[in-house]
């Protein structure tokens, strides 16, 4: 991800001082003291329920060295390191992979049917998660190309070196571009009791929908539906809401599914954490136990407690969700196999443009926040140059509103950044100079008449004016032409 704090970008952003606060927010004697709690409330159930299933199905693997380590060497190792930091944690994004399966008893036992990738920003306890969906059709490794859904059950049958997760999260991380450094798998059975032991959810429901092909317990469908507002759901009703497919009003696409899936997790992440849970040890033991008997994942104890305590800082409003599907801004399209099954591949006919909105990801809450008018120009002699650009841009949830030819006599050789907001998008300018590896010129430069210089905008009241130069051409073709 690049770096927008240093030397150079630090003199840009020292200008956004007297706009609003970009540090993240003191910690109060109050945060400290409810941190505290919740750190030991954790080792407690460490030493009750989950010491017995927990720690047991995790088995105590390191993540580092892949040797057993037993439960008392890692709560030593909890007390006398107490600032060793988690796997990613010290390039400032920790990537977890969450994955759902059917388990024994439903039909595809081991395939995935809900795949997240939830990254965290500790130094601003922001939150990014991806959904993928399960029908995105990806290379294998030792199996070829099939729909993702197959890794882990493939990986298991297979016996592939960590099992099943393992080879899911190295296609994660060949899709999205991004290490995996923790999974957490778990089935359908643990998901339902698990909710179930926290009393259920409450879920405000956007839209009310009705699924009439929900899969029952029989190999056959039933119907499901949910009223608009805030729902009360046990573990069977919120298994329905997170798995439908093809409800009504809007909700049966997979960025309607996979935006389910999100407000269910973090519901969950808020009734775990909440202090009325914590007054209910034996609920919190039972749910942990159902966890042990349906779940697997290759984190340690020790980086289960720094993650709980990294999870309660989380601030809501820092939660940026994303999704990979068929909508305009999806970055996938649809299509069929030559035996007519349904799967997805990306628009860009390889993975760079999933990776390129993923290492981005954690810049869009200031973008987002500054809104800034971009139009960008084609200054170079390839048609489409700027449209293409301008697409990518739009994938990152940047606000473009104009594309054009730039006014120039002779194509232009580097690529420029004019800044015409008087320094008020101080982020969305750093970020943007980041992405394009662009140089960033002062606004009194546009309207310069010699050829180099673009002399005026298409677009009025414009933020920031983009002219593509010819360290973006990535073709050897060459024609002046309308962009």
């Given amino acids: ?66 040797a057993k380590v037993s439960f008392i060497e890692q709560i030593k190792h909890l007390i006398s390191n107490p600032d060793k930091k988690l796997a990613g944690e010290s390039n400032d994004r920790i990537n977890i992979l969450l994955v759902g399966i059917g388990g024994a008893g439903h039909p595809g036992s081991y395939l995935a049917d809900t795949i997240m990738v939830v990254s965290i920003k ?55 571009g991004e290490p995996i450094h923790y999974y957490a798998r778990i089935d359908f059975e643990g998901f339902k009791k698990v909710i179930d032991d926290l009393n259920g959810l409450d879920i405000d429901v956007d839209n009310a929908f009705t699924d009439y092909q929900y899969p029952d317990y029989n190999f056959g469908f039933q119907v499901v539906s949910f009223k608009e507002g805030i729902n009360h759901m046990d573990g069977e009703r919120a298994l329905q809401y997170s798995r439908s497919r093809h409800g009504t009003n809007g909700e049966g696409s997979d960025f309607a599914r996979s935006q389910r899936q999100q407000k269910v997790l973090f519901a969950f992440k808020e009734k775990f954490l909440s202090l009325n849970t914590f007054l209910n040890p034996a609920g919190i033991v039972s749910a942990l136990d159902n966890l042990g008997k349906h779940n697997k994942t290759n984190m340690q104890i020790w980086e289960i407690v720094k993650l709980a305590k990294i999870a309660d800082n989380i601030n809501k409003d820092k939660i940026i969700s994303l999704s990979l599907d068929t909508s305009d801004e999806g970055l996938l399209y649809s299509d069929t196999t030559i035996d007519g099954a349904y799967i997805l591949l990306p628009n860009s006919g390889d993975y760079s443009a999933i990776q390129y909105r993923m290492k981005n990801v954690f ?54 950044i004019y800044d015409l907001s008087g320094g008020t998008k101080p982020y969305t300018l750093v970020s943007l100079k980041n992405i394009l590896d662009a140089n960033i010129a002062p606004a009194k430069s546009v309207g310069m008449t010699n050829s180099n210089s673009p002399r005026t905008t298409s677009a009025t009241n414009v933020d920031i004016l983009i002219i593509i130069g010819q360290d973006q051409i990535s073709t050897a073709q060459i024609s002046r032409h309308t962009d």
């Fill in 122 to 176: 500790p130094s601003t306890n922001e939150v990014a998660t991806m959904s993928i969906p399960r029908d995105l059709y990806v290379d294998i490794p030792t199996f070829g190309w099939r729909k993702i859904n197959n890794s882990i059950a493939f990986g298991m049958n297979d016996d592939y070196p960590g099992g099943g997760e393992a080879l899911l999260a190295e296609v994660v991380t060949e899709v999205t």
């Fill in 363 to 416: 810049n869009t809450s200031f973008i987002a926040r500054e809104k800034a008018k971009i139009e960008v120009q084609n200054g170079t002699n390839v048609i489409g140059l700027a449209t293409k650009t301008a697409n990518k841009l739009k994938g990152l949830q940047y606000n473009v509103i104009q594309i054009s030819n730039a006014d120039t006599e002779e194509a232009i050789t580097t690529t420029t």
């Fill in 1 to 66: 991800m690049p770096n927008l704090l240093n030397q150079e970008n630090q003199k840009i952003l020292q200008k956004a001082s007297n706009i609003y606060q970009v540090a993240a927010p003191a910690k109060k004697s109050r945060r400290l003291m409810w941190s505290s709690l919740v750190l030991l409330l954790v080792v407690v159930m460490i030493g009750l329920g989950f010491f017995t299933k927990v720690i047991l199905a995790v088995n105590s693997t390191n993540s580092e060295s892949g």
